[in-house]
């Protein structure tokens, strides 16, 4: 398992890192990758899979998504996902880096805490309607046939302004929600995360981030309680989960190295509050 999952991720970065953008259409994806698709990995670059034809199952951050045509799903930078069922699928996936999207100020501010890829504020899903899926089926050959064509001076700079578009359009299907218009508390619940994100190998310490974030905890609880119905430990907790889940799929460091990694003392406190969580010892889920 662990060489086909390498393989697969290897030959998509190294695509992806060369220039930083790729455009593929789901069948050309799928030859190419053929005996490895199925193997769980995690990505660091951003990807959108647009579903034109058919249905399936996505697995993303140990979730499973079933779309349909019409549809988006979006992984974000970091996020573990495997392909589930997809034989019956026709589409494009698009995968791109920060440092593509953001050259020449085409400025994205914090896109992995945003719409459509913070996955605590909005399912990773998007299903388009009858009235505007034909904008975005256009706009996505076009991209794609830009990509194709030979290198020039300019089409860099061409692509990136076609996927800004592209992003701009998927953005303005941003889910209406009246939770999310009490800015200062979406404002805090985001900068807990990144925090989180940030400094997770230090503190497992609510208290801790609520200093750090110069915040009261009553506050920060009633923010994760807006957005997520957890509580500012709970939150935390399940991104500390997530994170282990992550390192164990990775399969490259021990069980101890990983547990001083996420801040324990002690590989047996981890041990204890994973199974608590996951009904299983981190032994047990990396054999899985």
Not at 60 to 85: A, M, P, T
């Amino acid at each position: 398992m662990e060489e086909s999952k390498n393989t697969e991720v290897l030959r998509f970065k190294k695509n992806v890192e060369n220039v930083g953008f790729e455009i593929i259409r789901l069948s050309d994806f799928y030859s190419r990758i053929d005996e490895n698709r199925q193997e769980p990995h995690i990505i660091n670059f951003y990807a959108i899979l647009f579903i034109t034809e058919g249905k399936g199952i996505h697995e993303i951050n140990f979730e499973r998504y079933s779309y349909k045509e019409k549809s988006f799903l979006f992984i974000n930078k970091g996020q573990y996902h495997k392909w589930v069922d997809y034989n019956s699928t026709k589409g494009y996936i698009i995968v791109f880096t920060e440092d593509f999207l953001e050259s020449n100020q085409l400025k994205f501010k914090d896109l992995s805490y945003s719409f459509p890829y913070n996955s605590y504020l909005y399912k990773p899903y998007l299903e388009l309607s009858s009235l505007v899926v034909n904008s975005f089926l256009n706009l996505v050959a076009f991209l794609y046939e830009e990509y194709k064509l030979p290198e020039s001076d300019e089409k860099n700079e061409i692509l990136q302004c076609l996927l800004r578009t592209f992003l701009l359009k998927i953005k303005s299907k941003e889910p209406l929600n009246k939770q999310y218009s009490n800015v200062t508390q979406k404002e805090l619940f985001i900068r807990y995360q990144k925090m989180i994100d940030h400094r997770l190998n230090q503190s497992r310490n609510v208290n801790d981030y609520c200093q750090w974030l110069s915040v009261s905890y009553k506050k920060l609880n009633e923010s994760c309680k807006t957005f997520t119905q957890k509580t500012a430990k709970n939150f935390l907790d399940s991104i500390l989960v997530l994170r282990a889940k992550q390192l164990l799929i990775e399969n490259k460091k021990s069980i101890s190295e990983i547990a001083y990694s996420l801040s324990f003392e002690e590989p047996t406190n981890f041990a204890k509050f994973f199974k608590k969580y996951t009904n299983c010892t981190p032994k047990e889920f990396r054999e899985v």
